[in-house]
C-alpha cells in the first residue's frame, strides 16, 4: 500500500516516515529499500547506517539484501555519511534512520538540493510531534 505513494508522475518523492519507537520504522525502511533497488532501473541508492540497523553490516559486510542497486556506509555518523554518499557515489536516493540531530536535518536538506531524493524515519506521533519545520 505504501510502495505506490513513494512516486509522484513517474518520480520518486521524499519521504518521512514517522512512527513512535518499537513499531517498525526501520524494518518498513528497509523493505522501501530493497524494493525500490530491484525494481527500478536507473536508480542508485545509498543507506546511510549509522549503527547497522537496516543493513546488519558485520565487518563492513552487510548481512541483510538491500537489493543490488544499494550501497551501505556504516558506522559512521548520518550527517558525514550523507555528505560523503553525495560527494562520491551521485546516489538517485538516500535512505537514513531515526534523524534527530540538527546536523542530520542540514545534510538531509543539502542533499535535497543536489538533486537526491530522501528516505528517512524520525520518532513522533505525527508531524507536530517531530518538533521539525
Known amino acids: 500500500m505504501i510502495f505506490p505513494k513513494l512516486y509522484k508522475n513517474n518520480h520518486l518523492c521524499n519521504t518521512l516516515i514517522i512512527s513512535p ?12 529499500v530493497y524494493k525500490i533497488s530491484e525494481n527500478f532501473a536507473g536508480t542508485s ?7 547497522n ?15 543490488k542497486r544499494t550501497d551501505v556506509i556504516s558506522n559512521c555518523s548520518k550527517s558525514k555519511g550523507i555528505l560523503m554518499a553525495i560527494r ?14 540538527d546536523r542530520d536535518m542540514k545534510a538531509v536538506l543539502y542533499s535535497m538540493t ?10 513522533g506521533s505525527g508531524i507536530e510531534d517531530t518538533g521539525k519545520d
Do not use: F, Q
Not at 519507537?21 to 522501501?32: E, F, I, V
Not at 541508492?45 to 549503527?51: F, K, P, S
Open 21 to 32: 519507537p518499537g513499531l517498525g520504522k526501520t524494518t518498513l525502511l528497509r523493505d522501501l
Open 45 to 51: 541508492l545509498c543507506v546511510i547506517d549509522e549503527r
Open 53 to 67: 540497523e537496516i543493513s546488519g553490516c558485520y565487518k563492513g559486510v552487510p548481512t541483510m539484501d538491500l537489493g
Open 88 to 101: 562520491s557515489m551521485a546516489p538517485t536516493l538516500i535512505a537514513v534512520d531515526e534523524i534527530g540531530t
Open 114 to 123: 543536489c538533486g537526491c531524493k530522501v528516505i528517512a524515519t524520525i520518532h
